[in-house]
């Protein structure tokens, strides 16, 4: 075979169906932008569903594309697997050529047999295939495809079988139809078994055989009942796993040996002292396992996944973590991920150049991940062993709802909490615990009703065409006269007329009105018509550049084919600009403060105000705070121009325009620069100088995700309004602390927290005396031969109760101590158990869980010291009566 590695094979793809005409469609993003049932892309088809099915028109009816895919959620969760398989993978490259109502079952066969044998070089003897057979679906045996195959090799290499190995379906119902796999044999010929009788071929778990592209032919609609109809148009979808060609053509025996992966073992081999070229047999698994999931990792956080607590986020953090866990164990003590996933961006740069273009972005949020990773594990461990020495002895199952505990308080990996206890001989049932995850974090919201949703998208859908006969007219004016209506949607459907009270969604012709997108608000105002008049309350963008008017009809009949003026709201708008301009002033402020690891996550840009998310691993300084501001309303007071520009991507990403972080650009732009230096690509409004944004104010920052923060700031009048309600709390301050003037507020304060410290030391001394002074002696019980201390005690400060805890501990000398307290409608259990006791003959943490359930709580802790709480206060009495029972039960008395 020709000597070509990977990153060859994926350009020797693309160009030999670009040479056989094929527009050459880049990969879109691993997270979905038209499929809501979808975790990530997990096939090549995925961006061209709503093509295939019609909702969707392109202009090409061929196209070929390299797919980045990832599979680790869901059904295709085989997480577990990965690293100790050749061939299991999170992502992994999709090559794949699909026609769309143009060539067939003819062409698509030749062109791939001939790309492997000749364009890849692999020999021909050394390949099977199999078609349909006509069972398991009602389609008929594919006779075509097989006799199309008979022309390229022999038919006794050719296999049929049924619809579970040899049928592709969208789902229940819709487009379907057979598909014909390409396999490779690994030997020197592929034998000749296809007409044997028995078990024989690709389709039998036999792992002589290894599956290389699929050539899926949707000819079929499947109806209700299972019946099938030709479709009009056939289409083709096919798709070929790069790191299994690149197996066979560079002659590795895993994917892991090949030039995708084999750097990146490599790479995690030399972090970790060990020579890149030993092979260490099944202790190749760790380093294995890093090089997969620094691929997955990197793409992700480029396709805008930050690793967090729900959904993609989950996914990845369970990657990451999972990645970091295997290098402690092959002893990478010291953070080590951020450099795998250097390699990554250096080994697949050139192809994917936006993994490049955020480069700082990846390397900060993967060293803030493992960083806290870290932590984590040392946090999480010692509650961990503490939950594991409360069970009781013979457990067998550790409860799913501790497990929760963990993750949910620690952020622990639910699967690690699984490896732990397989190895302390006890089972956990880890769907339960991700069952019980999910309800927490979803707050029993239910499922989302999509039936009615769906409806309306299918009527925008038929009206898709419109946008090419519209304008969208608001960049240079905010008012349009003479404005033909195309459409008119009532209740979800299209309606000729709508009166008085109807809420309606217009389409017209010309519309100076901006629809929501890129976080901008959409407009309002008003549709003025012979005797008509419509309220805009919204304007909105459902599919491609169709705009929509939402509103409410208010005085006569509105008609479809109407003409009419359209007015939008001028004060509205202008605050709307004022607020947009200063989210890129703002961000080209983060980036100079904070570094070029910034990028935007999102934005709220709305008449009152702006929200900007963006990447960002710790809180904001003060000085920071203050520095940004400044560097804004410098950029105000500069007053320059504001200038808008199309241009081709490449040319805007030349001069230095900043996108949103994962999103997806056509290939003309819209660039808006503020001044020099803020340059970003953008389909908003804007003002016309800096200047007009008036004043700049922050008014909150806090963290959202893992990774990710949220600035809310203020222009113009708000901004002013926001200055003036500061300073009149500054000034009341002044007046309540009895200050001269504001700069004596800070010492004022300080004084008055420092005055109310010390009384509360005295405070909490003065209750530990009375918890512990004489009278204590008379409670005490001899259970067992072990004496007990069982009391109620008015003690609010968990730090006094446990102080009271220790000093009746001491003073009991060998025993144990239970001591009760209600504070804000929550009671307080805690148990402190002398040493010579202490996990021999009396667990804490066991003795107060019994006792919790008294006051509807639970806690533990440790063997010599334990609390619980719970919101049953009028059961501490009989926790603190049931305590001599509890622990005679435990010791056995």
Same mark, same amino acid.
């Given at each position: ?58 202009p090409y009816s061929r196209a070929t594309s390299v797919q980045r895919c990832l599979r680790a959620g869901g059904k295709h969760n085989d #997480? ?94 819709? &487009?379907?139809? &057979? ?84 750097? #990146? ?5 030399? #972090? ?126 550790? &409860? ?36 019980? !995850? ?121 008609? !479809? ?45 709305? &008449? ?167 009278g204590a002696a008379e409670t005490v019980l001899d259970v067992g031969g072990i004496k007990l201390l069982a009391k109620e005690v008015e ?37 402190? !158990? ?60």
């Amino acid at each position: 075979m020709e000597s070509l590695n990977a990153h060859a094979i994926r350009r020797r793809f693309l160009k030999y169906f670009a040479d056989h005409g094929h527009a050459v469609v880049p990969s879109s993003s691993l997270v979905p932008d038209n499929d809501p049932t979808l975790l990530f892309t997990n096939a090549g088809m995925v961006q061209f569903k709503d093509v295939f099915v019609g909702r969707d028109h392109r202009p090409y009816s061929r196209a070929t594309s390299v797919q980045r895919c990832l599979r680790a959620g869901g059904k295709h969760n085989d #997480l577990d697997n990965v690293g100790f398989t050749p061939r299991h993978h999170t992502f992994f490259e999709m090559l794949g050529n699909f026609s769309f109502g143009d060539y067939f079952k003819a062409d698509a066969i030749r062109w791939a047999w001939e790309l492997l044998t000749e364009g890849f070089g692999i020999p021909a003897d050394r390949l099977c295939v199999s078609v349909f057979n006509g069972q398991g679906e009602s389609a008929p045996f594919d006779q075509e495809a097989y006799e199309l195959w008979a022309e390229l090799i022999p038919r006794d290499r050719i296999y049929a079988f049924n619809a579970k190995e040899n049928f592709w379906q969208m789902g229940d119902t819709g &487009p379907c139809g &057979p598909c014909t796999e390409i396999h490779i044999f690994h030997g020197d010929k592929a034998p000749g078994d296809a007409n044997r009788e028995g078990r024989f071929g690709p389709a039998f778990e036999d792992k002589r055989y290894t599956e290389l592209w699929n050539l899926v032919f949707m000819q079929f609609e499947k109806l209700e009942g299972g019946s099938m109809i030709p479709l009009p148009r056939p289409s083709v979808d096919t798709g070929a796993g790069l790191e299994r060609i690149a197996a066979v053509v560079e002659g590795a025996t895993s994917n892991y040996g090949t030039s995708l992966l084999a750097p #990146l073992v490599a790479r995690a081999k030399e #972090l970790a002292g060990v020579d890149p070229s030993r092979d260490l047999g099944d202790g190749e698994c760790p380093y294995r396992v890093i090089a997969d999931h620094a691929r997955a990792t990197t793409f992700l956080i480029a396709d805008g996944v930050f690793p967090d607590r729900a959904g993609r986020s989950y996914v990845l953090r369970r990657i990451m973590r999972r990645a970091i866990r295997y290098g402690t164990s092959v002893g990478l003590d010291q953070p080590f991920f951020h450099e795998v996933c250097q390699k990554v961006i250096a080994d697949f740069g050139d192809d994917y150049p936006e993994i490049r273009e955020r480069a700082a972005t990846i390397d900060e949020v993967v060293r803030t991940e493992e960083e806290a990773f870290r932590r984590t594990l040392g946090r999480g461990l010692r509650r961990l062993e503490v939950a594991l020495g409360e069970l009781d002895e013979g457990a067998k199952i550790f &409860p799913p709802a501790v497990a929760a505990d963990l993750y949910d308080t620690y952020g622990f990996p639910i699967d690690l909490t699984g490896v732990i206890c397989r190895e302390h001989g006890l089972q956990l049932d880890e769907p339960a615990v991700e069952g019980e !995850v999910h309800r927490r974090q979803t707050h029993g919201d239910g499922d989302l009703q999509l039936g009615h949703d769906r409806r309306v998208a299918d009527v925008y859908f038929t009206l898709q065409d419109l946008a090419a006969r519209a304008s969208f007219l608001g960049y240079e004016a905010e008012a349009v006269d003479d404005a033909e209506l195309l459409a008119l949607i009532v209740d979800g459907a299209a309606a000729a007329e709508a009166g008085v009270g109807a809420e309606v969604e217009v389409v017209a012709d010309r519309t100076p009105f901006y629809a929501e997108s890129g976080g901008q608000v959409g407009d309002t105002g008003w549709l003025l018509g012979q005797g008509v008049k419509v309220e805009i309350c919204d304007t909105v963008k459902p599919t491609g550049d169709l705009h929509v008017h939402r509103g409410v009809v208010r005085e006569g009949t509105l008609r !479809v084919g109407d003409r009419v003026r359209l007015e939008v709201d001028h004060a509205r708008r202008s605050a709307i600009r004022r607020n947009h301009s200063a989210t890129h002033l703002l961000h080209h402020a983060l980036r100079q403060v904070l570094g070029a690891h910034v990028v935007q996550k999102g934005s709220l840009v709305a &008449p009152e105000r702006l929200r900007f998310d963006f990447s960002h691993g710790k809180p904001l300084s003060p000085a920071q705070r203050q520095e940004i501001e400044r560097l804004v309303n410098a950029a105000v007071l500069g007053n320059q121009a504001s200038s808008t520009r199309e241009m081709g991507l490449a040319e805007a990403k030349d001069a230095g325009a900043i996108g949103l972080f994962g999103e997806k650009y056509g290939d003309r732009v819209r660039v808006v620069a503020i001044g020099p230096e803020s340059v970003e690509l953008c389909g908003g409004t804007h003002v016309a100088r800096a200047g007009d944004i008036g004043l700049f104010t922050i008014v909150s920052e806090g963290g959202i995700a893992q990774g990710v923060r949220r600035i809310e700031a203020v222009t113009g009048m708000g901004a002013l309004e926001q200055v003036q309600r500061a300073q009149d709390v500054l000034s009341e301050a002044v007046g309540e602390l009895h200050a001269a003037n504001i700069g004596e507020i800070g010492d004022k304060i300080r004084r008055l927290l420092a005055d109310i410290k010390g009384r509360d030391r005295e405070i909490a001394e003065l209750q530990r005396k009375l918890t512990t002074g004489a009278g204590a002696a008379e409670t005490v019980l001899d259970v067992g031969g072990i004496k007990l201390l069982a009391k109620e005690v008015e003690v609010a400060d968990p730090k006094a109760l446990r102080d009271a805890a220790d000093a009746l501990r001491d003073r009991l000398g060998s025993g144990v101590v239970v001591l009760g307290a209600a504070d804000g409608g929550k009671a307080t259990l805690l148990v402190a !158990v002398t040493k010579d006791l202490a996990g021999k003959r009396v667990h804490a943490g066991k003795l107060v869980g019994a006792l919790a359930a008294h006051v509807s709580g639970r806690g533990g802790g440790r063997p010599d010291l334990a609390q619980a709480g719970g919101g049953r206060v009028e059961g501490l009495g009989e926790a603190i009566r049931g305590a001599e029972a509890a622990l005679r039960e435990q010791i056995g008395a």
